[in-house]
């Protein structure tokens, strides 16, 4: 399977990790993903709030680039430029008049035809569990994970096209697969506030300190996410969290893909393990006998 | 929250509320005031206006105080409200779309969300992405929040998480003249 692939800003930064774990999953499943050339930001949330047009004409963009490439597929592994560009995608649809208007502020033509999806969803969804499964060499047997979907993945609903909204499964079902536990737990679809524990950091440290509190309070040995956002504020942040709430936690995050690329045999050298900031060492020695770490 | 005075609503305002909820693509009269967008609300607990108060509001034609909440800034657009809404009502449609009209009138009812917005698409504007070393310099410089977050500095630097310099795509004049003709008609009124 081919797929135009749309990283965004932060897989070439804080979330460089998920691109490395991302890539070496794809090559183990044979997906092939090519990168869009010379892709722009998606104007996040920042865009959306200011201007209706901008933040359609900035996805649009780089969706036109897949297009005139002839990509029908556009995989977008984080969770906020993957609600950009899907709600880019059916504005137009919805109006041939705004395709005009689109296709003339960014001076391509985007005739909203490909497909776009999460990678999750390419991985969950496209890629069939019983190839995945085939992969498997190193389950991760007894493993309590958290699967965190947080906003953007599961709604709008009818953009995303989530499975549940409420209750996804898709990562679940993944983490089953490799042989993980995945935990019923409540905080799945809540908030973490995304950008806004930058400006209003009171407010976005209570809503990833509740969030932590929930899984752990489930027994969750570890939390899944498939957002380099959600990981940077529930990893980045533990320790600010504890600081202001009295807290332990000491939870290890993981971008779902890197779980998998364990599954499949690959060592936390091959990724980015040593890039996140709660050390997963002691849980990896515990549950593979220290052969990931 | 303050006390409303509901009788100086009227219907002064009804034609630009009218306006908003068409480009939000809202029904108003279909929220029966409920509260379950509220309830569900992550950052409720904060809001001075609910968002089933910022309803309440514009029914009644509120119009500045709904534009004047402090909500429609801390609304992080996360659908939980416009997902779980039995009149299906996109509230967080509505509450972007009062959020880019206080804009337009340069109600900023909280800096720092929108200092922080602003230098977002700043960098994107001059660089086509958004590079996040920069943005949290310019934004800790500039909101005098010198040292927020410089605790995880050391380990983003040394683990590679993070770069001096900004990535920039090649094309940026093609970034630029996107801004230019989605915000020449926006100047504040």
């Known amino acids: ?69 002839g990509f029908e597929q556009v995989a977008v592994p984080c969770a906020a430029c993957f609600a950009r560009c899907k709600k880019t995608a059916a504005a137009v649809q919805a109006s041939p008049d705004l395709q005009v208007q689109i296709s003339e502020v960014i001076g391509m033509t985007y005739a909203a035809k490909s497909e776009i999806l ?50 996804p499964m898709v990562m679940d079902r993944l983490l089953q697969v490799i042989g993980a536990e995945p935990i019923a737990w409540d905080y799945k679809t809540e908030c973490c506030g995304a950008s806004q524990v930058v400006p209003v ?64 045999g690959y060592s936390a050298q091959d990724f980015g393990l040593a890039k996140h900031f709660e050390s997963a060492e002691s849980l990896l020695e515990r549950m593979i006998g220290g052969k990931g770490a | ?34 509260g379950k967008c509220s309830a569900g609300c992550p950052e409720g607990f904060a809001m001075d206006e609910s968002p089933r108060r910022i309803i309440r509001l514009l029914q009644l034609g509120l119009l500045s105080e709904a534009l004047q909440a402090r909500s429609i800034w801390l609304c992080a657009a996360c659908d939980t409200c416009s997902t779980r809404c039995p009149k299906g009502v996109d509230i967080a449609a509505l509450m972007e779309t009062l959020r880019q009209e206080a804009k337009r009138k340069a109600l900023i009812r909280d800096k720092n969300i929108h200092l922080f917005h602003e230098l977002f698409l700043t960098n994107v504007k001059w660089f086509g992405r958004s590079p996040e070393v920069i943005l949290s310099a310019m934004y800790n410089l500039m909101s005098g929040n010198l040292f927020q977050d410089m605790d995880a500095a050391a380990h983003l630097f040394k683990s590679g998480k993070a ?3 900004p990535r920039r795509i090649k094309n940026t004049q093609a970034i630029r003249q996107i801004f230019q003709r989605c915000l020449e008609k926006e100047e504040p009124q």
């Open chain 1, 1 to 69: 399977m081919k797929y135009a692939y749309y990283p965004g800003c932060s897989l070439d930064a804080t979330g460089i990790e998920y691109d490395i774990a991302n890539k070496l999953v794809a090559r183990t499943l044979g997906i092939e993903l090519v990168e869009i050339p010379d892709w722009n930001c998606c104007g996040a949330t920042s865009a959306h709030t200011t201007n209706h047009l901008l933040a359609l004409a900035l996805p649009a963009r780089n969706l036109a680039i897949a297009e005139a490439h």
């Open chain 1, 118 to 167: 999460s990678y999750l969803d390419v991985i969950g969804k496209k890629t069939g569990l019983d190839h995945i499964k085939k992969h498997v060499v190193q389950p991760l047997t007894g493993l309590k994970i958290a699967a965190y979907y947080g906003c953007l993945l599961v709604r709008p609903v009818d953009i995303t096209q989530s499975d549940d909204p409420e209750n």
């Open chain 1, 201 to 264: 950091p009171q407010l976005g440290k209570k809503l990833i300190h509740d969030i932590l509190k929930n899984a752990a309070s489930y027994g969750a040995d570890a939390i899944a996410t498939a957002c380099p956002l959600c990981m940077l504020n529930l990893d980045m942040r533990q320790k600010q969290i504890n600081a202001m709430f009295g807290t332990q936690f000491h939870i290890p995050v993981f971008h779902f893909t890197e779980l998998m690329a364990l599954s499949f």
């Open chain 2, 1 to 34: 929250m303050d006390i409303i005075e509901l009788s100086a609503g009227g219907t002064q305002h009804q034609v630009e509320i009218a306006r908003l909820a068409s480009i939000a693509g809202v029904e108003l009269s279909s929220c029966y005031q409920c």
């Open chain 2, 163 to 165: 770069h001096f310099l």
